[in-house]
């Protein structure tokens, strides 16, 4: 049995089992059925609320998402090559690291106020830490071998060396964190917007919740899932396969 009707046949079973737990436990006004979560989803793209919603989530979180690995790798090399930075500021970022990100919104929204830009840098925050730990640990693990021979044939210590043999020797780390933040910028934004002003898949979850639409919030949390993990497996996940395969490090699943 392939992967794909594997997972068709087990989303198949959940519903039929949601559906009937719904009829059978009377759940109410507690949690929806299967018909009126596709009634919300109906009436949500029919109307344009969720494609707006979704649309300014996604545009806030690839702004968030280009920073946070850009200082991310940026701050991992850094940590990687100078002891002093990560005996000092390393040791700060692990720290930085166990707090949620969302306990920085009352300052975001102090300094920057209940807009855009109060959830893009919260969003930001949510995912540069994971990726500078796992762009230092990728970069401490390369074979020192690697960049002897980069050095031996002219390629320097600068950015070229970075750029050229460091990036793709660090390559398999910078993936798992990249996938990792990912998922964090996730949690963060829809945090972020659950406060923030203007449109998005938070705001429209906290509007749910003020009127009692249980629909609507559990269209919400569908959505965001469904677009973690096709991005996830589409895009972060073969990349990794990729990077694995080449590195000989990939190995069989049944």
């Known amino acids: 049995m392939s992967t794909a009707l594997r997972?068709?046949?087990?989303?198949?079973?959940?519903?039929?089992?949601?559906e009937a737990g719904y009829r059978i436990f009377d759940w109410g006004w507690?949690?929806?059925?299967?018909?009126?979560?596709f009634q919300a989803f109906y009436d949500g793209f029919v109307h344009g609320?969720?494609?707006?919603?979704?649309?300014?989530?996604i545009r806030r979180l690839l702004i968030s998402f280009v920073i946070s690995l850009t200082l991310g790798t940026i701050l991992g090399f850094l940590f990687a090559r100078y002891r002093f930075l990560d005996d000092t500021l390393g040791f700060l970022v692990v720290a930085l690291q166990t707090i949620p990100s969302i306990a920085?919104?009352?300052?975001?929204?102090?300094?920057?106020?209940?807009?855009d830009i109060s959830v893009i840098f919260i969003t930001t925050l949510g995912a540069t830490w994971t990726m500078s730990m796992a762009s230092r640990t990728g970069i401490?693990?390369?074979p020192p071998i690697y960049l002897?021979?980069?050095?031996t044939m002219g390629t320097g210590n600068g950015l070229r060396m970075f750029v050229q043999i460091m990036v793709?020797?660090?390559?398999?780390?910078?993936?798992?964190?990249?996938?990792?933040?990912?998922?964090?910028?996730?949690?963060?934004l829809v945090a972020g917007e659950l406060i923030a002003r203007g449109v998005g898949l938070g705001q429209l979850l906290q509007d749910g919740r003020s009127i009692g639409d249980t629909s609507l919030m559990l269209c919400i949390v569908i959505i965001i899932a469904v677009l973690g993990t096709l991005s996830d497996h589409f895009c972060f996940k073969k990349l990794e396969d990729r990077a694995?395969?080449?590195?000989?490090?990939?190995?069989?699943?049944?």
Do not use: C, D
């Open 168 to 188: 793709p020797a660090a390559f398999p780390h910078l993936m798992t964190g990249v996938r990792v933040a990912w998922a964090f910028a996730w949690r963060a």
């Open 30 to 37: 507690k949690f929806p059925s299967v018909v009126q979560t």
């Open 104 to 115: 920085w919104l009352p300052f975001a929204i102090i300094w920057f106020g209940l807009n």
């Open 140 to 142: 401490i693990n390369i």
């Open 148 to 151: 002897k021979a980069a050095q």
């Open 49 to 57: 609320q969720l494609l707006e919603a979704t649309f300014s989530s």
């Open 244 to 254: 694995l395969v080449r590195y000989g490090l990939a190995g069989s699943k049944k």
């Open 7 to 18: 997972r068709t046949i087990f989303l198949v079973l959940l519903l039929i089992a949601w």
